[in-house]
């Protein structure tokens, strides 16, 4: 029968415990095995450095043995020069480590230690350590050590939480101090100062019970008083004094039937998203292509600071002749000024002028936008048709311009070109508006 102790020591309950712990049958244990055991064991019992040192240097004379204990047989004096440890530190680490039921003393008759070896000079037997509760017990470290990083990240939470709770209080507190210096903060700001002097550091191993509430609590308490400040006394809500649908117009819902009958007339007299797309090119330059009427407005909306119009342009243009035609105004005079600065002439000096006159004039139904549309449609399709000199250019503005262009003749070739003359114009009343070209042909000798 094996027993804990003998000679001279001392019998402990601990080693008499740690006889419990067995290995498997057959089972050969590796001195890297045991190693990450011992690491496992530092870090579950939190052991000191001088234990970590003596528990090291005792798995490092593990010899991978084919006997059923782990056993070793260091002498202090081994143990003394490979740790750099006094005796007396390396007596009070084997006895703390025997407490911790990490290995078992087995002493021999004569107090020394040494193996027991065969014939054929393997080991089989020794008095000394037992290191076979140190790997037996491997699953406990694990699960202590699991169990050690979870209260560690429990109270790394508990101290964050504090410390957000007690900066939201100062703040709190501060506040009030400068924007109602009349409201009395002096119990809060003592009450902060007890909680101060009771929340230990974060180096600190546990927090007392219930503290971590009471932050909460007078976090609530400062915030409340700086609401209460700010509402200047007033508890009740906002009260919502619209209650129609929000689809609904600032006329309460109700339409006399002259404004129905104009916003009709207007909706079939508006030109084709097509037709100003062909016409206008410069909407190209919109991120999002135009589809519908909602895409035709979202464009003049964006491209109203194009001409450098206030926005209050933009608002009187929707007030006297809708949205709809606005923008479209908004695409035409764009259009005009990108082919005047194209040509060189520079004509329109302030195209945001520009666009104020144009919806005055739409407005007195002096021009017509649709109208306008389809002769500019009419000049870009020229334009691009057009076999003309270099230099030459189709150009709506509001100046008149003439273009030559010399189309040969269809037959022999003895006789004469004819020459295209593309005229443009202005309206009588109108202000750099054009009109549909006319098409003369002029014939000339060779």
């Given at each position: 029968?094996?027993?804990?102790s003998?000679?001279?020591?001392?019998?402990?309950?601990a080693?008499?415990a740690?006889?419990?712990?067995?290995?498997?049958?057959?089972r050969?244990?590796?001195?890297?095995?045991l190693?990450?055991?011992?690491?496992?064991?530092?870090?579950?019992?939190?052991?000191?450095?001088?234990?970590?040192?003596?528990l090291s240097?005792?798995v490092?004379?593990?010899?991978?043995?084919?006997?059923?204990?782990l056993?070793?047989w260091?002498?202090?004096?081994?143990?003394?020069?490979?740790?750099?440890?006094?005796?007396?530190?390396?007596?009070?680490?084997?006895?703390?480590?025997?407490?911790?039921?990490?290995?078992?003393?087995?002493?021999?008759p004569?107090?020394?230690r040494?193996?027991?070896?065969d014939?054929?000079?393997?080991?089989?037997?020794?008095?000394?350590?037992?290191?076979?509760?140190?790997?037996?017990?491997?699953g406990?470290w694990?699960?202590?050590t699991a169990?050690?990083q979870q209260?560690?990240?429990?109270l790394?939470?508990?101290?964050d939480?504090?410390t957000?709770?007690r900066?939201?209080?100062?703040?709190?507190?501060s506040?009030?101090?400068?924007?109602?210096p009349?409201?009395?903060r002096?119990?809060l700001e003592?009450r902060l100062?007890t909680l101060?002097?009771?929340?230990?550091?974060?180096?600190?191993?546990?927090?007392p019970?219930?503290?971590?509430e009471v932050?909460?609590?007078?976090?609530?308490l400062?915030e409340?008083?700086?609401?209460?400040?700010?509402?200047?006394?007033?508890?009740?809500?906002?009260?919502?004094?619209e209650?129609?649908?929000?689809?609904?117009?600032?006329?309460?819902?109700h339409q006399?039937?002259?404004?129905?009958?104009?916003?009709?007339?207007?909706?079939?007299?508006l030109p084709?998203?097509?037709?100003i797309?062909?016409?206008?090119?410069?909407?190209?330059?919109?991120?999002?292509?135009?589809?519908?009427?909602?895409?035709?407005?979202?464009a003049?909306?964006?491209?109203?600071?194009?001409?450098?119009a206030?926005?209050?342009?933009?608002?009187?243009?929707?007030e006297a002749?809708?949205?709809?035609h606005?923008?479209?105004?908004?695409i035409y005079?764009?259009?005009?000024?990108?082919?005047?600065?194209?040509s060189?002439?520079h004509?329109?000096?302030?195209p945001?002028?520009?666009?104020?006159?144009?919806?005055?004039?739409v407005?007195?139904?002096?021009i017509?936008?649709q109208?306008?549309?389809?002769?500019?449609?009419?000049?870009?399709?020229?334009q691009?048709?057009?076999i003309g000199?270099?230099?030459?250019e189709v150009?709506?503005?509001?100046?008149?311009?003439?273009?030559?262009?010399?189309?040969p003749?269809q037959g022999?070739?003895?006789?004469?070109?004819?020459?295209?003359v593309?005229?443009?114009?202005?309206?009588?009343?109108?202000?750099?508006?054009?009109f549909?070209?006319q098409?003369?042909?002029v014939t000339?000798g060779?």
């Open positions: 029968m094996q027993l804990a003998s000679g001279g020591r001392r019998l402990r309950h080693a008499l740690a006889r419990k712990f067995a290995l498997k049958p057959g050969t244990v590796t001195r890297k095995e190693s990450a055991s011992a690491r496992d064991a530092e870090r579950a019992l939190r052991l000191s450095a001088p234990q970590r040192l003596v240097q005792l490092v004379c593990w010899g991978e043995h084919h006997i059923n204990r056993l070793v260091p002498s202090n004096q081994r143990l003394t020069a490979a740790t750099g440890l006094s005796e007396r530190s390396i007596r009070n680490a084997i006895r703390a480590l025997i407490e911790l039921q990490v290995l078992i003393p087995k002493d021999s004569n107090g020394k040494y193996a027991v070896r014939e054929k000079g393997a080991v089989i037997d020794a008095f000394g350590f037992d290191l076979t509760p140190l790997y037996a017990r491997r406990e694990a699960a202590a169990e050690q209260r560690k990240e429990l790394k939470r508990s101290f939480e504090i957000v709770c900066r939201a209080t100062e703040a709190a507190l506040a009030l101090a400068q924007y109602y009349a409201v009395d002096a119990a003592s100062s101060k002097a009771r929340t230990p550091k974060r180096s600190g191993a546990t927090l019970a219930g503290l971590v932050w909460n609590e007078i976090r609530q400062a409340e008083s700086f609401y209460q400040a700010s509402c200047d006394g007033t508890t009740c809500r906002h009260i919502e004094a209650n129609e649908s929000l689809s609904e117009t600032c006329h309460n819902g006399d039937d002259t404004e129905l009958a104009a916003q009709s007339a207007l909706l079939t007299q084709l998203p097509a037709l797309v062909e016409a206008c090119p410069v909407i190209s330059d919109c991120a999002h292509p135009i589809r519908d009427v909602v895409d035709l407005v979202s003049g909306r964006f491209l109203r600071a194009s001409l450098g206030h926005p209050s342009a933009w608002t009187e243009a929707m002749i809708g949205a709809i606005a923008a479209t105004a908004v005079v764009l259009q005009l000024y990108d082919d005047d600065v194209s060189g002439k004509s329109i000096l302030n945001g002028g520009y666009f104020r006159t144009i919806i005055r004039l407005k007195s139904g002096e017509d936008l109208t306008e549309l389809l002769a500019l449609r009419r000049h870009k399709l020229a691009g048709n057009k000199r270099p230099g030459s150009c709506c503005g509001p100046r008149r311009k003439t273009w030559v262009h010399e189309v003749s022999s070739r003895q006789q004469p070109a004819v020459n295209r593309w005229c443009t114009g202005h309206r009588k009343g109108t202000v750099g508006l054009p549909e070209g098409l003369m042909a000339s060779l």
